[in-house]
Protein backbone atom coordinates (compact mmCIF):
# COMPACT_ATOMS: atom_id res chain seq x y z
CA UNK A 1 0.00 0.00 0.00
CA UNK A 2 1.32 2.94 -0.64
CA UNK A 3 1.28 6.29 1.98
CA UNK A 4 1.22 9.37 1.65
CA UNK A 5 4.14 11.54 1.90
CA UNK A 6 4.84 13.36 5.09
CA UNK A 7 4.21 16.73 3.65
CA UNK A 8 0.85 15.90 1.68
CA UNK A 9 -0.52 14.48 4.56
CA UNK A 10 0.03 17.95 6.68
CA UNK A 11 -1.28 19.03 3.49
CA UNK A 12 -4.54 17.61 3.72
CA UNK A 13 -4.88 17.50 7.20
CA UNK A 14 -4.46 21.31 7.51
CA UNK A 15 -7.41 21.42 4.62
CA UNK A 16 -9.63 19.36 6.61
CA UNK A 17 -9.15 22.23 9.27
CA UNK A 18 -9.70 24.78 6.34
CA UNK A 19 -12.79 23.35 4.76
CA UNK A 20 -14.71 21.89 8.24
CA UNK A 21 -15.44 25.60 9.80
CA UNK A 22 -16.52 26.81 6.51
CA UNK A 23 -19.01 24.34 5.93
CA UNK A 24 -20.17 24.57 9.42
CA UNK A 25 -20.46 28.22 8.61
CA UNK A 26 -21.84 28.01 5.67
CA UNK A 27 -24.51 25.45 7.59
CA UNK A 28 -25.30 28.10 9.86
CA UNK A 29 -25.12 30.81 7.68
CA UNK A 30 -28.99 32.36 7.00
CA UNK A 31 -31.01 31.27 3.91
CA UNK A 32 -32.15 34.47 1.55
CA UNK A 33 -35.34 35.63 1.94
CA UNK A 34 -38.14 34.55 -0.33
CA UNK A 35 -39.19 36.88 -2.74
CA UNK A 36 -43.06 37.37 -2.46
CA UNK A 37 -43.08 38.85 -6.04
CA UNK A 38 -44.11 36.71 -9.35
CA UNK A 39 -42.55 37.22 -12.12
CA UNK A 40 -39.79 39.73 -10.25
CA UNK A 41 -37.76 40.55 -13.65
CA UNK A 42 -40.44 40.95 -15.94
CA UNK A 43 -39.58 37.82 -18.11
CA UNK A 44 -42.64 36.12 -18.23
CA UNK A 45 -44.96 37.01 -20.54
CA UNK A 46 -48.99 37.56 -20.14
CA UNK A 47 -50.74 34.60 -22.07
CA UNK A 48 -52.73 35.92 -24.90
CA UNK A 49 -51.05 39.01 -24.54
CA UNK A 50 -48.48 41.24 -27.43
CA UNK A 51 -45.92 43.12 -24.38
CA UNK A 52 -47.62 43.07 -21.14
CA UNK A 53 -45.69 40.88 -18.43
CA UNK A 54 -47.67 38.25 -16.32
CA UNK A 55 -48.57 39.55 -12.70
CA UNK A 56 -48.37 43.14 -12.97
CA UNK A 57 -50.88 45.78 -13.31
CA UNK A 58 -50.76 49.16 -14.91
CA UNK A 59 -52.13 52.52 -13.61
CA UNK A 60 -55.25 54.07 -16.03
CA UNK A 61 -55.22 57.10 -16.05
CA UNK A 62 -57.16 57.37 -19.76
CA UNK A 63 -54.58 59.89 -21.19
CA UNK A 64 -53.15 58.83 -24.96
CA UNK A 65 -49.89 60.73 -23.71
CA UNK A 66 -48.61 58.05 -21.10
CA UNK A 67 -47.19 54.42 -22.79
CA UNK A 68 -46.27 51.54 -20.54
CA UNK A 69 -43.73 49.01 -22.18
CA UNK A 70 -41.57 45.94 -21.65
CA UNK A 71 -38.67 45.44 -24.16
CA UNK A 72 -35.16 44.39 -24.62
CA UNK A 73 -33.51 47.79 -24.83
CA UNK A 74 -33.84 49.05 -20.89
CA UNK A 75 -33.45 46.06 -19.06
CA UNK A 76 -30.93 45.22 -16.00
CA UNK A 77 -30.92 41.71 -16.11
CA UNK A 78 -32.61 39.48 -18.02
CA UNK A 79 -34.60 39.27 -21.39
CA UNK A 80 -36.82 42.21 -20.03
CA UNK A 81 -37.13 45.14 -18.46
CA UNK A 82 -40.36 47.54 -17.83
CA UNK A 83 -40.67 51.54 -18.55
CA UNK A 84 -43.15 54.60 -18.64
CA UNK A 85 -43.03 57.23 -20.87
CA UNK A 86 -44.82 60.16 -20.54
CA UNK A 87 -45.33 63.17 -22.73
CA UNK A 88 -47.96 65.45 -21.01
CA UNK A 89 -47.23 68.89 -19.24
CA UNK A 90 -50.90 69.53 -18.23
CA UNK A 91 -52.26 67.06 -16.06
CA UNK A 92 -49.95 66.31 -13.15
CA UNK A 93 -50.92 62.09 -12.88
CA UNK A 94 -48.62 59.59 -11.19
CA UNK A 95 -48.46 56.82 -13.86
CA UNK A 96 -47.12 53.10 -12.24
CA UNK A 97 -46.20 49.78 -12.76
CA UNK A 98 -47.66 47.65 -9.77
CA UNK A 99 -48.36 44.56 -8.17
CA UNK A 100 -50.56 42.95 -5.17
CA UNK A 101 -49.94 40.84 -2.70
CA UNK A 102 -52.42 38.81 -0.37
CA UNK A 103 -50.95 38.27 2.75
CA UNK A 104 -51.61 36.76 6.37
CA UNK A 105 -50.10 36.51 10.02
CA UNK A 106 -46.82 35.08 8.47
CA UNK A 107 -45.89 38.84 7.54
CA UNK A 108 -47.47 40.41 10.56
CA UNK A 109 -44.95 42.18 12.82
CA UNK A 110 -42.63 41.93 10.54
CA UNK A 111 -40.56 44.63 8.19
CA UNK A 112 -41.27 44.25 4.31
CA UNK A 113 -38.99 45.37 1.73
CA UNK A 114 -38.90 46.21 -1.56
CA UNK A 115 -36.27 46.62 -3.99
CA UNK A 116 -36.32 47.50 -7.40
CA UNK A 117 -33.64 48.54 -9.90
CA UNK A 118 -34.16 52.17 -11.84
CA UNK A 119 -33.52 53.40 -15.24
CA UNK A 120 -33.47 57.11 -15.53
CA UNK A 121 -33.94 57.60 -19.12
CA UNK A 122 -34.46 61.62 -19.42
CA UNK A 123 -38.04 62.05 -17.04
CA UNK A 124 -37.90 65.88 -16.30
CA UNK A 125 -40.11 65.40 -12.75
CA UNK A 126 -39.61 62.50 -9.78
CA UNK A 127 -39.90 58.59 -10.27
CA UNK A 128 -40.67 56.57 -7.36
CA UNK A 129 -41.28 53.40 -5.53
CA UNK A 130 -44.05 52.96 -3.26
CA UNK A 131 -44.49 49.84 -0.79
CA UNK A 132 -48.09 50.04 0.85
CA UNK A 133 -49.59 47.83 3.80
CA UNK A 134 -53.58 47.65 3.85
CA UNK A 135 -56.50 46.20 5.09
CA UNK A 136 -58.42 45.66 2.73
CA UNK A 137 -60.37 43.01 2.72
CA UNK A 138 -62.53 44.32 -0.49
CA UNK A 139 -59.47 43.82 -2.69
CA UNK A 140 -58.60 40.02 -1.06
CA UNK A 141 -62.13 39.22 -2.84
CA UNK A 142 -61.90 40.90 -5.78
CA UNK A 143 -58.76 38.78 -6.40
CA UNK A 144 -60.11 35.32 -5.00
CA UNK A 145 -63.26 36.31 -7.12
CA UNK A 146 -61.26 37.14 -10.27
CA UNK A 147 -63.14 40.44 -10.81
CA UNK A 148 -62.47 44.48 -10.53
CA UNK A 149 -62.14 45.92 -7.15
CA UNK A 150 -65.32 48.17 -7.83
CA UNK A 151 -67.37 44.88 -8.82
CA UNK A 152 -66.24 43.56 -5.50
CA UNK A 153 -67.79 46.67 -3.82
CA UNK A 154 -71.03 46.41 -6.06
CA UNK A 155 -71.44 42.54 -5.34
CA UNK A 156 -70.45 43.20 -1.21
CA UNK A 157 -73.12 46.04 -1.37
CA UNK A 158 -70.64 48.74 -0.28
CA UNK A 159 -71.13 52.12 -1.28
CA UNK A 160 -67.99 53.80 -2.04
CA UNK A 161 -67.87 56.68 0.43
CA UNK A 162 -67.81 53.71 3.20
CA UNK A 163 -65.40 51.58 1.78
CA UNK A 164 -63.54 49.73 4.64
CA UNK A 165 -59.94 49.85 3.37
CA UNK A 166 -57.65 51.07 5.97
CA UNK A 167 -53.92 52.09 5.40
CA UNK A 168 -51.27 50.41 7.99
CA UNK A 169 -48.32 51.79 6.10
CA UNK A 170 -46.62 53.19 3.44
CA UNK A 171 -42.97 54.06 2.26
CA UNK A 172 -42.12 55.79 -0.71
CA UNK A 173 -38.88 57.18 -2.20
CA UNK A 174 -39.18 59.52 -5.20
CA UNK A 175 -35.84 61.04 -7.06
CA UNK A 176 -34.92 62.53 -9.86
CA UNK A 177 -33.48 60.95 -13.50
CA UNK A 178 -30.17 62.35 -13.75
CA UNK A 179 -28.97 59.27 -11.92
CA UNK A 180 -26.01 57.26 -14.69
CA UNK A 181 -26.77 54.20 -14.91
CA UNK A 182 -28.92 51.50 -13.19
CA UNK A 183 -29.62 52.13 -9.73
CA UNK A 184 -31.40 49.91 -6.77
CA UNK A 185 -34.36 51.43 -4.91
CA UNK A 186 -35.54 50.09 -1.83
CA UNK A 187 -38.18 50.90 0.44
CA UNK A 188 -39.39 49.64 4.14
CA UNK A 189 -42.26 49.47 5.94
CA UNK A 190 -43.44 47.84 9.52
CA UNK A 191 -46.40 45.10 8.56
CA UNK A 192 -49.12 45.70 11.35
CA UNK A 193 -50.99 42.46 12.80
CA UNK A 194 -54.20 42.33 10.29
CA UNK A 195 -52.42 43.45 7.32
CA UNK A 196 -54.01 41.28 4.32
CA UNK A 197 -52.60 43.10 1.58
CA UNK A 198 -49.30 44.90 0.39
CA UNK A 199 -48.88 46.68 -2.88
CA UNK A 200 -45.34 47.71 -4.70
CA UNK A 201 -45.52 50.19 -6.95
CA UNK A 202 -42.63 52.19 -9.65
CA UNK A 203 -43.92 55.06 -11.08
CA UNK A 204 -43.50 58.67 -13.03
CA UNK A 205 -44.57 61.78 -11.83
CA UNK A 206 -43.69 64.33 -14.80
CA UNK A 207 -42.96 63.84 -18.21
CA UNK A 208 -39.79 61.61 -19.80
CA UNK A 209 -39.18 57.99 -19.28
CA UNK A 210 -38.27 55.63 -16.24
CA UNK A 211 -37.53 51.89 -16.55
CA UNK A 212 -37.50 48.99 -13.47
CA UNK A 213 -36.42 45.64 -13.71
CA UNK A 214 -35.03 43.27 -11.06
CA UNK A 215 -37.98 43.83 -8.28
CA UNK A 216 -37.93 42.11 -4.89
CA UNK A 217 -39.94 41.81 -1.82
CA UNK A 218 -39.14 39.86 0.95
CA UNK A 219 -40.13 40.04 5.19
CA UNK A 220 -37.70 40.26 7.67
CA UNK A 221 -37.77 40.77 11.25
CA UNK A 222 -38.58 44.28 12.97
CA UNK A 223 -35.93 46.99 13.66
CA UNK A 224 -36.46 47.54 17.57
CA UNK A 225 -38.56 50.87 17.96
CA UNK A 226 -36.01 53.88 18.00
CA UNK A 227 -35.59 56.25 21.20
CA UNK A 228 -36.78 59.89 20.38
CA UNK A 229 -34.89 62.95 22.40
CA UNK A 230 -37.35 65.23 23.40
CA UNK A 231 -38.61 67.55 21.26
CA UNK A 232 -36.86 65.67 18.25
CA UNK A 233 -39.16 66.55 14.81
CA UNK A 234 -40.05 63.25 13.52
CA UNK A 235 -40.57 64.91 10.20
CA UNK A 236 -38.07 64.02 7.36
CA UNK A 237 -37.11 67.13 5.22
CA UNK A 238 -39.65 69.18 7.53
CA UNK A 239 -38.34 72.53 5.67
CA UNK A 240 -38.41 71.09 1.92
CA UNK A 241 -34.93 72.15 1.56
CA UNK A 242 -34.41 68.69 0.38
CA UNK A 243 -36.56 68.78 -2.57
CA UNK A 244 -39.87 67.82 -0.75
CA UNK A 245 -38.92 63.87 -2.13
CA UNK A 246 -39.90 62.73 1.39
CA UNK A 247 -43.47 64.41 1.21
CA UNK A 248 -46.65 63.39 -0.81
CA UNK A 249 -47.85 66.43 -2.80
CA UNK A 250 -51.50 66.38 -2.48
CA UNK A 251 -52.85 68.94 -5.38
CA UNK A 252 -55.53 68.17 -8.23
CA UNK A 253 -54.39 66.51 -11.44
CA UNK A 254 -55.73 68.96 -13.41
CA UNK A 255 -54.74 72.11 -16.02
CA UNK A 256 -52.62 74.94 -14.48
CA UNK A 257 -52.73 73.62 -10.75
CA UNK A 258 -49.98 74.59 -9.06
CA UNK A 259 -47.76 72.80 -6.55
CA UNK A 260 -44.25 73.78 -6.86
CA UNK A 261 -41.00 74.69 -4.74
CA UNK A 262 -40.33 78.35 -4.10
CA UNK A 263 -37.06 79.57 -4.37
CA UNK A 264 -38.39 83.37 -3.68
CA UNK A 265 -40.50 82.76 -0.69
CA UNK A 266 -39.54 81.25 2.67
CA UNK A 267 -40.20 81.14 6.15
CA UNK A 268 -36.36 80.08 6.92
CA UNK A 269 -33.86 78.53 4.31
CA UNK A 270 -34.50 78.86 1.11
CA UNK A 271 -37.68 77.06 -0.11
CA UNK A 272 -41.58 76.68 0.82
CA UNK A 273 -43.81 74.56 -0.77
CA UNK A 274 -46.71 77.39 -2.71
CA UNK A 275 -49.80 76.25 -3.86
CA UNK A 276 -51.86 78.16 -6.79
CA UNK A 277 -54.47 78.07 -9.39
CA UNK A 278 -56.84 75.42 -7.50
CA UNK A 279 -60.60 77.65 -7.93
CA UNK A 280 -61.52 76.41 -11.23
CA UNK A 281 -60.97 72.53 -10.19
CA UNK A 282 -64.25 70.78 -10.84
CA UNK A 283 -63.77 68.71 -7.45
CA UNK A 284 -63.56 69.08 -3.95
CA UNK A 285 -60.02 67.98 -2.48
CA UNK A 286 -57.43 68.35 -0.57
CA UNK A 287 -54.54 70.76 -1.68
CA UNK A 288 -51.34 70.41 0.66
CA UNK A 289 -48.33 68.14 1.60
CA UNK A 290 -48.77 65.10 3.80
CA UNK A 291 -46.31 62.41 5.21
CA UNK A 292 -46.80 59.33 6.58
CA UNK A 293 -45.59 58.34 9.74
CA UNK A 294 -45.61 54.62 10.99
CA UNK A 295 -47.71 54.46 14.42
CA UNK A 296 -45.04 51.68 16.29
CA UNK A 297 -43.28 54.99 16.55
CA UNK A 298 -45.81 57.49 18.36
CA UNK A 299 -48.41 54.24 19.55
CA UNK A 300 -49.98 55.83 22.92
CA UNK A 301 -47.83 59.11 22.86
CA UNK A 302 -49.46 62.52 22.66
CA UNK A 303 -47.71 64.43 19.88
CA UNK A 304 -48.08 68.06 18.68
CA UNK A 305 -47.68 68.84 14.58
CA UNK A 306 -46.94 72.42 13.54
CA UNK A 307 -46.21 74.35 10.33
CA UNK A 308 -46.05 77.93 8.78
CA UNK A 309 -47.99 78.89 6.80
CA UNK A 310 -48.46 82.43 4.15
CA UNK A 311 -51.54 83.57 2.31
CA UNK A 312 -52.38 85.33 -0.74
CA UNK A 313 -56.59 86.46 -0.92
CA UNK A 314 -56.58 82.67 -0.23
CA UNK A 315 -60.40 81.81 0.49
CA UNK A 316 -61.05 79.16 2.16
CA UNK A 317 -59.04 77.85 5.40
CA UNK A 318 -55.57 76.27 5.82
CA UNK A 319 -54.85 74.08 8.83
CA UNK A 320 -52.59 71.51 10.14
CA UNK A 321 -53.75 68.46 10.51
CA UNK A 322 -53.09 64.28 12.14
CA UNK A 323 -55.13 61.41 10.73
CA UNK A 324 -54.66 58.40 11.97
CA UNK A 325 -55.52 54.49 11.96
CA UNK A 326 -56.21 51.61 14.36
CA UNK A 327 -57.52 47.91 12.83
CA UNK A 328 -60.77 49.86 14.61
CA UNK A 329 -60.94 52.28 11.64
CA UNK A 330 -59.63 55.84 11.55
CA UNK A 331 -60.37 59.72 12.44
CA UNK A 332 -58.65 62.78 12.47
CA UNK A 333 -58.07 65.76 14.42
CA UNK A 334 -57.56 68.99 12.59
CA UNK A 335 -56.37 72.00 14.12
CA UNK A 336 -59.08 74.89 15.74
CA UNK A 337 -56.45 77.35 14.45
CA UNK A 338 -57.02 78.17 11.34
CA UNK A 339 -55.90 80.97 8.84
CA UNK A 340 -57.40 82.10 5.45
CA UNK A 341 -57.52 85.50 3.82
CA UNK A 342 -53.80 87.43 3.05
CA UNK A 343 -52.12 86.98 5.99
CA UNK A 344 -47.71 86.87 6.87
CA UNK A 345 -45.96 83.95 8.00
CA UNK A 346 -48.37 82.73 10.87
CA UNK A 347 -47.59 79.77 13.05
CA UNK A 348 -50.49 77.15 13.89
CA UNK A 349 -50.67 73.59 15.73
CA UNK A 350 -52.57 70.77 16.36
CA UNK A 351 -51.75 68.19 19.40
CA UNK A 352 -53.39 64.60 19.61
CA UNK A 353 -53.33 62.45 21.72
CA UNK A 354 -52.69 58.79 19.70
CA UNK A 355 -54.08 55.37 20.79
CA UNK A 356 -52.00 52.51 21.91
CA UNK A 357 -53.35 50.20 18.85
CA UNK A 358 -52.53 53.41 16.11
CA UNK A 359 -50.88 51.52 13.11
CA UNK A 360 -50.47 54.65 10.86
CA UNK A 361 -49.84 58.37 11.14
CA UNK A 362 -50.52 60.90 8.34
CA UNK A 363 -49.29 64.48 9.11
CA UNK A 364 -51.08 66.87 7.03
CA UNK A 365 -50.79 70.61 5.93
CA UNK A 366 -53.71 71.44 3.71
CA UNK A 367 -56.57 73.16 2.78
CA UNK A 368 -59.79 72.55 0.54
CA UNK A 369 -60.19 73.41 -2.91
CA UNK A 370 -61.80 74.80 -5.03
CA UNK A 371 -60.14 77.79 -3.48
CA UNK A 372 -58.76 81.61 -4.83
CA UNK A 373 -55.79 82.57 -3.63
CA UNK A 374 -52.52 81.21 -3.55
CA UNK A 375 -50.69 79.79 -0.18
CA UNK A 376 -47.11 79.01 1.11
CA UNK A 377 -45.96 76.11 3.86
CA UNK A 378 -42.80 76.17 6.01
CA UNK A 379 -40.77 74.66 8.83
CA UNK A 380 -43.58 71.90 9.62
CA UNK A 381 -42.21 69.91 12.86
CA UNK A 382 -44.18 66.75 14.77
CA UNK A 383 -42.62 66.12 18.16
CA UNK A 384 -43.73 64.00 20.67
CA UNK A 385 -45.29 65.28 23.78
CA UNK A 386 -44.78 62.17 26.17
CA UNK A 387 -47.18 59.28 27.05
CA UNK A 388 -51.27 59.92 26.15
CA UNK A 389 -51.90 61.79 29.81
CA UNK A 390 -54.48 59.76 32.25
CA UNK A 391 -58.17 60.93 32.96
Not at 13 to 37: D, T
Amino acid sequence: MTRPRPHRALAALALAFVLVPAVAAAARSPKPAANLLLNPGFETGLEGHEWMPADWDTSNSGLTTVFFGRDTLLRHSGQYGVSIANTSTVYRMGHNWSQTILVGPEAWNKTATFGVWTYGAGQDGRAYVLLQAYRDTVTVLSRIWGVQRDEALQRLGIAPINDPLLDFGWKGMQFDGDASGWVKREVKIYVPPFTNVLFVRCGLLGTGQIAFDDASLTLSEPDPVPHFAPDQNLLADPGFEEGAKEWEWAAPPFADVGADLDSTVAHTGRYSMRFSNVAAIPVTARVGMSQPIPGRLVAGKQVKLSAWFKGDSLSTDVYPLIGYETAGGADQEPSIHRLHGTFDWTQSEVVVNLPEETCQVWVWLMFTAPARGRLWVDDARLTILGPVPKR
